[in-house]
Structures are given as structure tokens and as C-alpha cells.
């Protein structure tokens, strides 16, 4: 299939957010409770992460979340989530975003992914370098 990548400004989030909030939804039980979608539609509005879609014959297929962390020493393209159908159909498009990222002043670009992504990104060059450990330490009062 034929499928292109869009970034999707803020301004336009309305026009398509019904569209593609339950693939948001999705991404997120994957967040360890760490995002739920309005989380991450309020991040979008703000521009403090950035909505990607993968747009084929029948509309949008995929989504791709990320974000831009600034280090004190570097700036940083992070890749949050990516869910969708048809990967093998969109996952050339990689390259846009890092080329993106690129413009944006980024000298590199990570994935924060569930295990099964870096058999898939080792084919793009990317590599483990860390691990992500989580450990629920049960609900607790806010501290003030």
C-alpha cells in the first residue's frame, strides 16, 4: 500500500481527533499509567508533543506520538508511541521523522517502546543503549 507521513499541527488536531483518539487510547495502556489520551491531546495542543499519521488509500492507518527533550548537552527527538495497523507499509517513513528532528536541532533521535520494537528498529539503525525498568509502587498520597 502507498501511504504517506503528516504531521499534524495543533490547529487541526479538532478535524481529526474523533478519527484517531481510540489509536491514542490504545498507545496508552501500553504507558504504564503514565498518559491517558486527554493527556496527550492537551501535550498536542500545547505543542509539547508533536502527532504523526500514516495516511493511505483508506485514511489514516497509524499514528506516531513524540516529543523533543532538551538535555543541558543535547536535544532529542523521542519517539513515545507508535500503534496502528500496516507497519511493514509505513515503517520507510521513519526517516521523515528523523529528518524532522534533524530540522529541528536534534542531534538524536530515541524510541520508547514495548520489547518486540528493537528487533523491528535494529533493520533502521537504531540500538539498545538502555532499559526501562517500572515498578508500581501502589498509590500514595501527594506530597506538599
Known sequence: MNTAIVGIPSTQLADCWNGIK???TDACTHSNGKYEAIDILHALLREHMQ???IVGETGISAIVISEIVNYP?????RILATTG???????HHLAALENWARSQGCQASE??????W??????????????????SLGSSETMQ
Open 118 to 135: 528493537e528487533k523491528v528498529l535494529k533493520s533502521e539503525n537504531y540500538k539498545r543503549t538502555h532499559i526501562i525498568l517500572n515498578k
Open 22 to 24: 481510540h489509536m491514542v
Open 51 to 53: 502527532l504523526w499519521a
Open 73 to 77: 548537552r543535547i536535544r532529542e527527538f
Open 111 to 116: 524510541a520508547i517502546a514495548r520489547p518486540g
Open 85 to 91: 495497523e500496516g507497519m511493514s507499509d509505513w515503517l
